[in-house]
């Protein structure tokens, strides 16, 4: 099963930042829509922001923008979430997934290549 692994998490206090990463040595990401989802403890998973292929077009969730930015870098086959302004409430372990179908945050379901996820926390 082809994998894709991120980085970048870790502890911040509330009002910092992080930049998590997205990226595969196995396939190459340029054909995939990439999606970010994260999971609080005793929570569904919910989608936070998605890009298509191209990096033409983005999506994300209410409760992250003005905060969060996607980008990517296809020539470095990754994918980033950069995420300012970090509340409590953003706690949660990220994960990232690919799909070659459009970016959507609704069907995570649709995503066939995940990745274990990082700890995001945000404590004083």
């Known amino acids: 099963q082809l994998q894709l692994v991120e980085s970048g998490g870790g502890l911040v206090q509330p009002g910092g930042s992080l930049r998590l990463s997205c990226e595969t040595s196995?396939?190459?990401?340029?054909?995939?829509?990439i999606g970010w989802f994260r999971q609080a403890p005793g929570k569904q998973r919910e989608g936070v922001s998605c890009?298509?292929?191209?990096?033409?077009?983005?999506d994300y969730a209410d409760s992250v923008k003005g905060r969060f930015t996607i980008s990517r870098d296809n020539a470095q086959n990754t994918v980033y979430l950069q995420m300012n302004s970090l509340k409590p409430e953003d706690t949660a372990v990220y994960y990232c997934a690919a799909v070659q179908l459009v970016c959507t945050l609704s069907r995570p379901g649709w995503y066939y290549y995940w990745g274990q996820g990082t700890q995001v926390t945000v404590s004083s």
């Open positions: 196995e396939f190459n990401l340029d054909s995939y829509a």
């Open positions: 890009i298509s292929s191209s990096g033409g077009s983005t």
